[in-house]
């Protein structure tokens, strides 16, 4: 059957079309459209080209700005071999053939760029095969990933290799695309100008993806152009990126902590909505909403916490998407609370101090005294019942001998901690009339 298969040679004629995407390849550097922060003349790769000097490289961004398009033009522009490997499909013993062609190459005055697509894919020790290869100059390596570098790439790699960083592409770069298409189609696109722009919209920032959609549209028999409820019934809009274990997850967490810390409600609700139409869990966002209401608002506002927790339980107890809504009051709420830092701050203090002190005792007149030998001792000897005091308050010493007391808790003038500000003065004025 092999043999039959062997025997079969391809049929000569006119062969199915190139997809757009193929087609609008660019030829030259010059013709990539966006990602001018590393292509122009000071960029990075500007500099590289114009000096003669390109180095190894691992290009992340999102899918669809153009990573393997620019490694295959870097090839072209430095008279390099190409050589495309992905590292999904590609194992140790691929690798070796494709090194061991490398150096053949280089023996005859040639050279190799190998661009390794989807990189973070190689475990650490494939990682490190290409290092001899890069270091010896037998390649020189164009990485492409998706993925944070500083997470999945190797420092040994990273240190041979400059990251540059890929951008989505803008609406007014994806209408540069849009127009290009249109030239290699021959006609304007049936949309009127709000749906042109919805079209572009779906593809967030993707151009492949915008290019594959162009084509959709170029193949609908149209009468007259159509509006964009008319297109959306047509298309499905492109489901955002967002990957719960990858970067995206942190960065829109990130993005949401920072916007209720910085008292804006209208970008905590939408970074909220950001990562639940991502498909995050809503028990993670829970937690997380909580663990702001502890670190940033704190006894500024005690209810926040409350207010957290009853979301949380309102969200187990009516599940989705009715208890979302409760999460979304529950980042409305802390958005608008007044912040403090300050308890977070003294107890990242006092771990600090209870690190140093080691394991110093408490004075002996705050320790019980069960037994007479530890009355001997002189356990509880001078303890003041703080009840006893004037005003309930002593001002005796809790802080262990040798130990200079320190102020660990500084109130903030704001909300609910305002008034604990006054009792801290307070007791500061009482403790020092007391001491003297």
């Known amino acids: 059957m092999a043999d039959l298969f062997d025997r079969i040679e391809p049929k000569d004629g006119p062969q199915p079309p190139r997809p757009l995407a193929d087609r609008l390849r660019p030829k030259t550097l010059s013709e990539v459209i966006g990602q001018s922060h590393i292509l122009g003349p000071e960029g990075p790769l500007g500099v590289m080209l114009a000096s003669g000097a390109l180095s190894s490289l691992i290009l992340w961004g999102p899918p669809g700005v153009g990573k393997t398009t ?39 005055g040639g050279g190799t760029l190998l661009f390794v697509d989807e990189i973070h894919r190689f475990n650490k020790a494939q990682q490190d095969g290409f290092l001899p290869h890069m270091e010896d100059g037998t390649i020189l390596l164009v990485g492409a990933t998706t993925e944070n570098p500083s997470f999945e790439l190797n420092a040994a790699l990273l240190s041979r290799a400059q990251v540059l960083v890929l951008e989505r ?44 959609l162009i084509e959709q549209v170029a193949a609908w028999k149209l009468d007259a152009p159509i509006d964009t409820e008319h297109l959306s019934s047509r298309l ?74 009853d979301a949380w339980e309102t969200y187990e107890r009516l599940g989705s998407p009715e208890g979302e809504l409760a999460l979304a009051q529950a980042v409305a709420y802390l958005a608008l609370a007044p912040k403090s830092n300050a308890a977070y701050v003294a107890y990242k203090q006092a771990m600090a101090l209870a690190r140093e002190t080691g394991s110093k005792p408490p004075p002996k007149h705050i320790l019980n ?68």
Not at 71 to 100: C, M, N
Not at 178 to 184: I, N, S, Y
Request: aromatic letters at 8%.
């Open 70 to 108: 620019i490694a295959r033009l870097l090839a072209d522009e430095t008279d390099l071999h190409f050589v495309q490997i992905s590292a999904i499909f590609t194992g140790v013993p691929d690798l070796k053939k494709v090194f061991e062609a490398a150096r053949l190459r280089r023996a005859q």
């Open 169 to 212: 592409l803008s609406l007014a770069e994806l209408e540069l695309l849009t127009q290009r298409a249109e030239r290699d189609l021959g006609a304007t696109l049936p949309l009127k100008a709000p749906a042109r722009e919805a079209l572009q919209d779906m593809a967030d920032g993707d151009g492949r993806a915008l290019l594959n």
């Open 369 to 436: 005294a069960p037994t007479r030998m530890m009355k001997d001792q002189g356990y509880g000897a001078g303890y003041a019942y703080d009840h006893d005091a004037p005003d309930g308050f002593s001002g005796q010493n809790y802080f262990p001998e040798g130990v200079k007391r320190p102020v660990l808790y500084a109130p903030m003038e704001r909300g609910f901690e305002r008034e604990l500000k006054k009792r801290v003065d307070y007791f500061a004025k009482l403790r020092a009339q007391r001491q003297t």
């Open 236 to 309: 499905m809009r492109r489901a955002a990126k967002y990957d719960k274990s990858g970067d995206e997850h942190f960065n829109l967490i990130s993005a949401l902590h920072k916007s209720v810390r910085g008292s804006d409600p209208d970008a905590a609700l939408y970074w909220l909505a950001r990562m639940l139409t991502g498909g995050e869990d809503p028990r993670y966002l829970a937690r997380r909403i909580t663990r702001m209401a502890v670190e940033d608002i704190g006894l500024a506002d005690p209810q926040a916490h409350r207010v957290c927790l």
